[in-house]
């Protein structure tokens, strides 16, 4: 069985795609297996009339993902490259999957920044690891009040950590990282968090966001 398809991947693929409603406008990770897109029809969570943002920087990829898109969806954006290369300030976003390979950057936060929602649904995959890059180290530093606050959030019933293996540094500090990109502009709330292991430690989290 590939990776991709594993049974924690297909348990978060349909967390991260049930969502209210049907969205306007989507953003998508999806590979050449365009697995949450299918998902998602499936699941009437995007229609035709879906705008589809979709994501990748495989050329090759990009080809196969972009005849999906023909066959599927009215209007697309096939964006070939760097998520954080994406204008995604042209749009305005109700859902969203971010399914990240690697840990959660500065270049990541700074693209975070610049989404516009509409009462948005996101939820987000990003690597852990015990070893924290800087960026990681200077989140656990930061001290406001605010933060003190979101990481009781973290706590909360619901929310599935295990911190396994010493990963509990790199798990609060990837959450305050998207908690960071968007608390000064949108009312901001941590919906659910769960760590899992395909062939890495990886978090999937998913928040309610609201002008």
């Given at each position: 069985?590939?990776?991709?398809?594993?049974?924690?991947?297909?348990?978060?693929?349909?967390?991260?795609?049930?969502?209210?409603?049907?969205?306007?406008?989507?953003?998508?990770?999806?590979?050449?297996?365009?697995?949450?897109?299918?998902?998602?029809?499936?699941?009437?969570?995007?229609?035709?009339?879906?705008?589809?943002?979709?994501?990748?920087?495989?050329?090759?990829?990009?080809?196969?993902?972009?005849?999906?898109?023909?066959?599927?969806?009215?209007?697309?954006?096939?964006?070939?490259?760097?998520?954080?290369?994406?204008?995604?300030?042209?749009?305005?976003?109700?859902?969203?999957?971010?399914?990240?390979?690697?840990?959660?950057?500065?270049?990541?936060?700074?693209?975070?920044?610049?989404?516009?929602?509409?009462?948005?649904?996101?939820?987000?995959?990003?690597?852990?690891?015990?070893?924290?890059?800087?960026?990681?180290?200077?989140?656990?530093?930061?001290?406001?009040?605010?933060l003190n606050g979101f990481k009781n959030q973290i706590y909360k019933t619901g929310i599935h950590l295990l911190y396994k293996n010493g990963?509990?540094?790199?798990?609060?500090?990837?959450?305050?990282?998207?908690?960071?990109?968007?608390?000064?502009?949108?009312?901001?709330?941590?919906?659910?968090?769960?760590?899992?292991?395909?062939?890495?430690?990886?978090?999937?989290?998913?928040?309610?966001?609201?002008?």
């Amino acid at each position: 069985m590939k990776t991709y398809d594993g049974v924690f991947k297909r348990m978060v693929r349909e967390l991260a795609v049930d969502w209210q409603g049907v969205a306007k406008t989507a953003v998508f990770l999806p590979s050449d297996s365009c697995l949450c897109l299918k998902l998602a029809i499936d699941k009437k969570k995007i229609n035709k009339n879906t705008f589809i943002i979709a994501v990748e920087k495989d050329y090759k990829k990009v080809k196969i993902i972009e005849n999906f898109l023909k066959s599927n969806f009215k209007n697309y954006y096939m964006h070939h490259g760097e998520i954080h290369q994406l204008n995604i300030d042209k749009f305005i976003i109700d859902r969203a999957y971010f399914d990240f390979c690697g840990q959660i950057s500065d270049n990541i936060i700074d693209f975070l920044n610049k989404i516009n929602i509409d009462d948005a649904e996101l939820s987000f995959t990003f690597h852990i690891a015990i070893r924290n890059n800087k960026l990681i180290n200077i989140l656990n530093s930061l001290n406001y009040d605010y933060l003190n606050g979101f990481k009781n959030q973290i706590y909360k019933t619901g929310i599935h950590l295990l911190y396994k293996n010493g990963y509990k540094k790199s798990v609060e500090s990837t959450l305050l990282g998207i908690y960071l990109s968007f608390i000064e502009t949108v009312n901001i709330k941590l919906q659910f968090a769960y760590e899992y292991n395909d062939t890495s430690p990886m978090l999937f989290s998913k928040w309610k966001l609201t002008n």
